[in-house]
């Protein structure tokens, strides 16, 4: 079937601006990841979606950075005021359930902040 | 919170050889660790896992091992393959409450 696919593969946008990344989880997956990769690191996390609600937002680095998931599929990452530290790649990831381990991971969206 | 500790950052192996890639965490409570292989460009891929109540898995030429005592994991790829050639990243977690924590990832490189 199909895996989790992420929109859209590359984004640039400059410096102050506003973006959103959009996470399609495999079909019947409710939990949800967001993680963050700056090159040469390993993913860190964001947040994560149990259903539709945020049941662990404590890596969003700030205010600027938000998720929402309002039908407990598609998820949407959104950042305001870009800068440019927020420069990375941002993996989504499903797993069948929070209580399942394996967790699949998206392409990413590769964001460059000019 | 957690913290894993991945080493070596780099690793250089002639085809035909073995590689061995070892992590280190810091919670005692972790009791599943996953080990994805990146590709460049391409998205981590679960390659093998373990979970705290086993020392020892293996998949063909892949195996873990786990050390719950010095909490401790490796990732051993014996016969390795240019196709071996990917970062390598480690992770811990504890099953159903918290998300996976990486380490920063070994560049595996096997010289044909």
């Known amino acids: 079937g199909a895996g989790v696919s992420q929109t859209p593969s590359n984004k640039v946008t400059e410096k102050g601006k506003y973006v959103e990344l959009r996470c399609d989880p495999i079909s019947g997956h409710t939990a949800l990841y967001w993680y963050r990769q700056s090159l040469g690191q390993g993913p860190e996390f964001l947040i994560y979606?149990?259903?539709?609600?945020?049941?662990?937002d404590s890596g969003l680095p700030n205010d600027r950075f938000f998720a929402v998931r309002p039908e407990g599929s598609v998820s949407t990452l959104k950042i305001q005021r870009t800068e440019r530290g927020d420069s990375a790649v941002y993996l989504c990831a499903s797993s069948l359930n929070h209580g399942a381990d394996t967790q699949y991971f998206g392409p990413g969206t590769r964001l460059t902040v000019l | 919170g957690e913290n894993v500790e991945q080493h070596p950052s780099t690793l250089s192996v002639q085809e035909g050889d073995s590689a061995v890639i070892k992590c280190t965490y810091s919670d005692s409570a972790s009791n599943y660790f996953p080990w994805y292989k990146q590709e460049l460009g391409k998205r981590p891929q679960l390659i093998i896992d373990?979970?705290?109540?086993?020392g020892e898995k293996k998949d063909q030429r892949i195996a873990v091992t786990l050390n719950k005592t010095a909490k401790h994991f490796s990732l051993h790829i014996t016969e390795t393959q240019p196709e071996d050639s990917a970062v390598y990243f480690c992770a811990a977690s504890i099953r159903g409450n918290t998300p996976l924590v990486f380490g920063k990832g070994t560049r595996l490189s096997v010289i044909a």
């Open positions: 979606f149990q259903g539709t609600g945020a049941a662990d």
């Open positions: 373990i979970r705290s109540n086993v």
